[in-house]
């Protein structure tokens, strides 16, 4: 299985499968491009479970539920890690998503998981901006 451990790795999440790329990064992570990573599976399904699931809670005590893309990716990365543990939480604060490529990262290297790539799907598949729009992603934010 294919780890990215190094301190400045910087992931392209564009045409990775969401949920296999966030079990297979490493601690010190930076991932552009979140709303071009795939989610598999039918959209209908996928966006009905989201919105029922959205239902849940409260807006002042929780649970949180994101719907910008690049949020929705760390929050599952969170889920891959062993959060309630004291390395868990020191490895989520040093991720980093960003939609698109910030200016200052333009000019390095990005790496992708080639056991994490989209191309292998036959079953349906959609973006993770295209989720994060049915389920109510205000792009102005």
Known sequence: ????TNPST???AEGLILGRMSSLIGESI???????AIISGRRRSKVA??????????????????RRPDKIARRTVRGMLPYEKPKGKQAYKRLKVYMGTPKDLKDQKTETLPSARADKLTCPSFTLA???KEIGWNQGE
Do not use: C, S
């Open 130 to 132: 295209q989720f994060a």
């Open 30 to 36: 930076t991932i552009v491009n979140a709303e071009k």
């Open 49 to 66: 479970e989201a919105k029922t699931f959205l239902e849940v809670g409260h807006l002042r005590w929780g649970p949180i539920h994101y």
């Open 1 to 4: 299985m294919q780890t990215a």
């Open 10 to 12: 910087l992931i392209d």
